[in-house]
């Protein structure tokens, strides 16, 4: 419960109990201003509330003390608010003329909000091209369906100089169009054309189903910052429960073979158009028919996310701890995402000291360490004025005794988000360079910004994740063990009673689950693994790209749940049409063959 309710209730209770003693003892009435309206005894009352109401927070909090300590060292995640994301993208112009690479994690900016920039961090490896999409034509085939993507080489560009090696779509738009159309290229390709045109048409390239592949599940695709010691799988869940387009992007890979076919090098040269032809088994039903604007070129998702200072401490043993406020003109615009490292310095010796956490695998025992080694330690409570939670740093011995460090100036370097601003932003306001992407490509947001959701901090929740992180890959054969699991990583089902219901309903659609101990042979030895058998009612997911989109996420958290010397498969069976879907096994992120 937020600190205001404590407050308006402590308050309210203050009055009326203090009406009814006046009652009992009129000769008190005046001191306790029950007519009047003393403001002085007013503001008495309103202080003695305002602390009732932070003892009865503290009594309430279920020791967080000790909960936040278990989850900084083996789920810190689980301790940091969940940022606004969106997709942006690039459109480069007509002076590009060959393949220019934007690494992940250069950063751009919003338009101003309030006086401040929102500063993204691009999430995926962007590859800009000279061409660009220019039409979409859907047909229907005597036996499934076809998608012809027509592109238009820029300016000067010469095909057989641009080193196309992929090609990466993003499907946009409408919600059952985009996961339509996932569905249909991860799982119902048969072949794919990739056509040169000149005076005449020339198929160049034939490749299979295998050369399109789903994006964003890699460790180097990912959105949110996680440390090393937290299962990976736990990101995907999350990351798909804050931006689900993240997944909606597929490459079309093997594009280099072109360049090996020497019949076809002159055509390379004086080709200005080209064309992808895609063939599906299955067909679409007219209303999720694509478009042009269904498939995006040159886009990431970008996470609002970046590098910022704090405003230097000092310490004067006064406090057993300190609030950290983000530095700069207006600190209320900036939430902490995390501590990134604390130093010190001394005020009579002049000495650096580096401090390292106490809740690390990094730091001294009580049985090697000397007894002068000081470590910080944080804590989250929920902001009194503001949506969101401060943080405080305070300074532990190696045994967890309370210390505070000689007369210091304590720096710490942060990683920030810029809290709600963020929601102030509408599509296209992402549009600002930093210095880190290319003049020649302007880009801009082309969906709306999410939310940011801060990490719930009551209702036992900490307690919740303690209790479901003790769940091994068995114990989430029970229905209820997994759906308990993957709630626990949707944030925004905690604040949003609308999208609540939508993702209760897709949980739900899980209805059984079975597990059966399977062999296969791995670079020629025998392995056992685990095939996994979902149930899901289809009546409860959007469409059946919908069901598809959160199976696959779920297929690769179980692939990652399984212990290293193991694999896994997963099928789904539909519970009211009866279909079949099944993935490949995996061994951590390797299929076996």
Not at 31 to 43: G, I, K, N, T
Not at 253 to 259: A, M, V
Not at 331 to 352: A, F, M, N, Q
Not at 507 to 515: A, F, K, P, Q, V
Request: charged letters at 25%.
């Amino acid at each position: 419960m937020a600190f205001n309710k404590y407050f308006q209730d402590e308050l309210a209770a203050v009055r009326e109990l203090g009406k009814e003693f006046a009652e009992k003892n009129p000769r008190l009435a005046p001191f306790l201003s029950v007519r009047e309206q003393d403001p002085d005894v007013e503001r008495l009352l309103e202080g003695f509330a305002f602390l009732t109401g932070r003892l009865r927070q503290k009594l309430d909090d279920e020791l967080p003390e000790l909960s936040h300590s278990v989850m900084s060292l083996l789920w810190p995640n689980f301790l940091k608010p969940v940022p606004s994301m969106s997709i942006i993208q690039f459109r480069p112009d007509s002076s590009i003329s060959d393949k220019y690479p934007i690494e992940r994690g250069a950063k751009v900016a919003s338009s101003p909000v309030d006086g401040t920039r929102c500063t993204f961090k691009i999430a995926y490896d962007i590859d800009l091209y000279p061409f660009a999409l220019t039409n979409l034509s859907y047909r229907q085939q005597a036996v499934g369906s076809s998608i012809q993507l027509d592109f238009q080489l820029a300016g000067n560009a010469v095909l057989s100089e641009i080193d196309l090696d992929y090609l990466r779509l993003f499907l946009h738009g409408d919600f059952n169009i985009s996961l339509t159309l996932y569905h249909l290229f991860i799982r119902h390709v048969t072949k794919i054309e990739f056509v040169l045109k000149n005076d005449e048409e020339i198929v160049a390239l034939q490749l299979d189903k295998s050369a399109v592949y789903p994006v964003g599940f890699a460790e180097n695709e990912a959105l949110l910052p996680y440390s090393d010691n937290t299962f990976l799988g736990y990101r995907l869940i999350q990351e798909y429960f804050s931006l689900p387009e993240k997944y909606s992007f597929i490459d079309i890979r093997q594009l280099n073979k072109l360049y090996q076919n020497e019949s076809i090098s002159d055509l390379l040269q004086q080709a200005k158009q080209f064309s992808i032809n895609v063939y599906f088994d299955q067909s679409i039903e007219r209303q999720n028919v694509p478009k042009k604007e269904n498939i995006q070129l040159f886009c990431t998702p970008v996470v609002n996310l970046f590098n910022h200072d704090a405003t230097p401490l000092r310490m004067d043993q006064r406090r057993t701890e300190y609030r950290v406020q983000p530095s700069g003109d207006n600190p209320l615009h900036y939430e902490i995402y995390s501590i990134d490292k604390v130093v010190g310095w001394g005020h009579s010796d002049r000495l650096r000291r580096d401090y390292k956490p106490f809740e690390s695998f990094d730091h001294a025992t009580s049985l090697g360490g000397s007894q002068q080694d000081i470590y910080y330690r944080t804590r989250l409570k929920s902001s009194v004025n503001l949506h969101g939670v401060d943080t405080y740093l305070s300074f532990v011995s190696h045994n967890d005794e309370d210390l505070s460090p000689q007369a210091e100036t304590i720096s710490v370097d942060l990683t920030c988000s810029n809290r709600d601003l963020p929601q102030k932003l509408s599509i296209g306001d992402i549009k600002q360079t930093m210095g880190e992407t290319p003049e020649f490509a302007p880009f801009s947001n082309i969906t709306k910004v999410t939310h940011s959701f801060t990490p719930p901090l009551d209702k036992g929740f900490h307690w919740r994740v303690i209790s479901n992180m003790s769940l091994n890959y068995v114990s989430l054969v029970n229905v209820a063990a997994l759906r308990s699991v993957l709630s626990t990583y949707d944030y925004r089902s905690y604040y949003d009673r609308q999208y609540a219901k939508v993702s209760k309903s897709r949980l739900e659609g899980i209805e059984e689950i079975e597990h059966f101990n399977i062999d296969r042979l791995y670079k020629g030895l025998p392995i056992r693994g685990i095939k996994t058998r979902l149930h899901l009612r289809e009546s409860k997911f959007a469409n059946e790209g919908d069901m598809y989109q959160f199976a696959s996420v779920l297929n690769e958290f179980f692939a990652l749940y399984v212990s290293l010397n193991s694999f896994h498969m997963l099928e789904v069976v539909g519970i009211e049409n009866g279909e079949i879907y099944q993935w490949e096994a995996r061994i951590g992120q390797q299929p076996i063959l």
